[in-house]
Nanobody
Framework: VQLVESGGGLVQAGGSLRLSCAAS????????MGWYRQAPGKERAFVAY???????RYGDSVKGRFTISRDNAKNTVYLQMNSLIPEDTGVYYC??????????????WGQGTLVTVSS
């Protein structure tokens, strides 16, 4: 499975960005698709995931601001980010899991896309 992120960039605080993650290969094995982020000098942190039956889960810091969705026909997952704050700055990674639960057991990872939120 290969995951390729796109859509990162520089945005002012209060603005919006939409990230995309295109999956290829043996995508039928993936049950959950998610997003993680790593801020400078910090560990990678969970952002959101969506299951193949459209159940979602979000990290506390992004609830109400970010929305994860998927287009199964395109094998693509999106992360709509609104009301961005400087603390949202980081490298955003797309991830895929064959399991149905857990936040530390994703199996596949993309290379990441940088999001920078200026104050």
């Amino acid at each position: 499975v290969q995951l390729v992120e796109s859509g990162g960039g520089l945005v002012q605080a209060g603005g919006s960005l939409r990230l995309s993650c295109a999956a290829s290969g043996r995508t039928s094995s993936i049950y959950r698709m998610g997003w993680y982020r790593q801020a400078p000098g910090k560990e990678r942190a969970f952002v959101a995931y969506i299951t193949s039956d459209d159940r979602t889960r979000y990290g506390d810091s992004v609830k109400g601001r970010f929305t994860i969705s998927r287009d199964n026909a395109k094998n693509t997952v999106y992360l709509q980010m609104n009301s961005l704050i400087p603390e949202d700055t980081g490298v955003y990674y797309c991830a895929g899991a064959i399991t149905s639960w857990g936040l530390t057991n994703f199996d596949y990872w993309g290379q990441g896309t940088l999001v920078t939120v200026s104050s």
